[in-house]
């Protein structure tokens, strides 16, 4: 076919190539200056102990804001930025910073139990990432325990065995380790259940499928194909003694429906949107440490 079609595709394609990999180039040298500059910023979500109504942890999320521009969503930049490398500087400065947060929260009187850190499967590819997070706990003054690391399947299915090391590692400091967007991804349950994993977090697409069943026309606790996933990884984190939380909670129905099948730990907009640091030490300075969003 584009043979027939002859040499105009030829160049549609080579001119489509070139915006492409100019918008590339243009994003990757930003990424770079963002660095430099200190164009980053963290926003920090509760996530929130249904039973107590208590703030329990953070989840630590990336925000983009280059200088004379619009703020850059994660999603629109975190996949160069794994291409290039370059989410590896910018990890470490999400790691440094989210520990400093933490510690400062600590001195305020204010600090929830946990702060959950994302962490790509680029990152964990490096030497030595037990090392890099054992100094900048040692720099934060802050106790492994409090460090979540949010990872996702794909780390455990690119190189199963480093990954394994370096999970044994962390785990070994005492660092916790939570799989983040579960059940997207093709991991297997036997080697799930080999690895020192505390947490599994239910991807919000599937909690988003409890809301659509209940506006198809069932009673509030119904569900439709994702009620029925979040049921079963609510299940699956019991048998494995591990503990669950629900990410993209929006709605009242949803939190009934995910309480009643036994997920206390929630996160989303319902609670809180992600929050610049400022505003998140004045929600818990109103509410008290450890208090309702
Ligand atoms: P994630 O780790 O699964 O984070 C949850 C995402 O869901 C966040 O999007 C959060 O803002 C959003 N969210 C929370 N509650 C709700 C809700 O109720 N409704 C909806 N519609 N969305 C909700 P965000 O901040 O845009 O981040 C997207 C993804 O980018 C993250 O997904 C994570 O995979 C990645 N990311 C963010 N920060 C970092 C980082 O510091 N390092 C790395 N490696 N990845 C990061
Ligand atoms: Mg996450
Ligand atoms: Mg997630
Ligand atoms: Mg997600």
Same mark, same amino acid.
């Given at each position: 076919?584009?043979?027939?079609s002859g040499?105009?595709h030829?160049?549609?394609?080579a001119a489509?190539m070139?915006?492409?990999?100019h918008r590339?180039?243009?994003l990757?040298t930003?990424?770079?200056r963002?660095?430099?500059?200190?164009e980053?910023?963290?926003h920090?979500q509760?996530q929130?102990?249904?039973?107590s109504?208590?703030?329990?942890?953070?989840?630590?999320?990336?925000?983009?804001?280059?200088?004379?521009?619009?703020?850059v969503?994660?999603?629109d930049?975190?996949?160069?930025?794994e291409?290039?490398?370059?989410?590896?500087?910018?990890?470490?400065?999400?790691?440094a910073?989210?520990?400093?947060q933490?510690a400062?929260?600590?001195?305020m009187?204010?600090?929830?139990?946990?702060?959950?850190?994302?962490?790509s499967?680029?990152?964990f590819?490096?030497?030595?990432v037990?090392?890099?997070v054992?100094?900048?706990?040692?720099?934060?003054?802050?106790?492994?325990?409090?460090?979540t690391?949010?990872?996702?399947?794909?780390?455990l299915?690119?190189n199963?065995a480093?990954?394994?090391e370096?999970m044994?590692?962390?785990a070994?400091m005492?660092?916790r380790l939570?799989?983040?967007?579960f059940g997207?991804?093709?991991s297997?349950?036997a080697?799930?259940?080999?690895?020192?994993?505390?947490?599994l977090?239910?991807?919000?697409?599937?909690?988003?499928?409890?809301?659509a069943?209940? +506006? *198809?026309g069932?009673? !509030?606790?119904? /569900? %439709? &194909?994702?009620g029925a996933?979040?049921q079963?990884?609510?299940a699956l984190?019991?048998?494995?003694?591990l503990?669950?939380?629900?990410?993209?909670?929006?709605?009242?129905?949803?939190q009934?429906?995910?309480g009643?099948?036994?997920c206390?730990q929630?996160?989303g907009?319902w609670?809180?949107?992600?929050?610049?640091?400022p505003?998140l +030490? *004045?929600?818990l300075? !109103?509410h008290? /440490? %450890? &208090?309702?969003?």
């Open positions: 076919r584009a043979k027939a040499g105009n030829f160049h549609f394609y489509a070139g915006t492409h990999a590339h180039l243009r990757e930003g990424l770079q963002g660095l430099l500059r200190e980053f910023v963290l920090y509760p929130v102990d249904i039973a109504g208590r703030i329990v942890g953070l989840e630590a999320l990336l925000r983009w804001q280059p200088r004379g521009g619009d703020m969503a994660p999603s930049f975190i996949p160069l930025a291409e290039t490398g370059l989410i590896v500087p910018i990890g470490e400065w999400v790691l910073t989210a520990l400093r933490q400062r929260l600590e001195s009187g204010l600090a929830p139990l946990r702060m959950g850190v994302n962490m499967a680029r990152q590819r490096e030497d030595d037990a090392g890099m054992a100094r900048l706990l040692r720099e934060s003054g802050c106790s492994p325990s409090c460090l690391l949010e990872i996702t399947e794909s780390v299915m690119e199963p480093q990954a394994a370096t044994a590692r962390l070994q005492g660092v939570s799989i983040d967007d997207t991804g093709y297997s349950l080697n799930l259940r080999r690895l020192p994993i505390h947490s977090k239910i991807d919000r697409s599937f909690v988003a499928d409890i809301g069943g209940v +506006e *198809r069932g009673e !509030a606790g119904e /569900a %439709g &194909a994702g996933i979040v079963a990884v609510i984190a019991g048998t494995m003694k503990d669950v939380i629900a990410e993209g909670v929006e709605s009242a129905a949803q009934a429906f995910l009643e099948h036994g206390r929630m996160q907009y609670f809180s949107r992600p929050l610049p640091a505003q +030490e *004045r929600l300075q !109103a008290g /440490a %450890g &208090a309702q969003p």
